[in-house]
């Protein structure tokens, strides 16, 4: 009578297994890939507030936005007069397979000048991104349609107030065992 372990799956493969397949890339000819070698890069999920810091999420949950786009940042950027390219085929280094893409900013001039004054650092940029993100108009036309969408959908209210589960009163412990 001999035991069968069971193989489990790591959770990187599920997720994996659900992604849709890739898209058709398209990378950057090698006289821009030089072009932009020193611009500043800016991923995603910098920027993004569903991800936790060691995620890699670099500004407060305040100040980013939810899911952010690269095509997002980079029409934040030509609103602030600062070029951007997007390079499709990179990711970022911790999640790897989840997110793909990001983009290249340019802050400075060849000379070493500010392009816009108002944008000096890479850690303004982000903080300006998470501020008008969330004002796009692609943005706001897509909260209109999920608010008008819940608020016809839906049960009527109070129907299931009270069936959860009742809560205990937590015991408290002053540090003592027994």
Known sequence: MGRTKKKVQQPGFQQLAKLPPPKKVVTLSP????????????????????????DGRRVSKERGCVDPT?????????????????????????NTFLEQGRVRVQLKKEDGSLVNAEVPSRNVLLLKLGEYIPKLKSRQDATKAASSGASSGGTSGGQNKGQGKKQQPKKKNKGRRK
């Open 31 to 54: 006289e821009k890939q030089a072009e932009v070698k020193e611009w500043r890069i800016v991923y995603p999920v910098w920027i993004n507030s569903k991800r936790t810091r060691v």
């Open 70 to 94: 690269c095509a997002e940042i980079v029409k934040v950027c030509e609103f602030l007069k600062l070029r951007a390219e997007v390079e499709a085929d990179k990711a970022y280094p911790r």
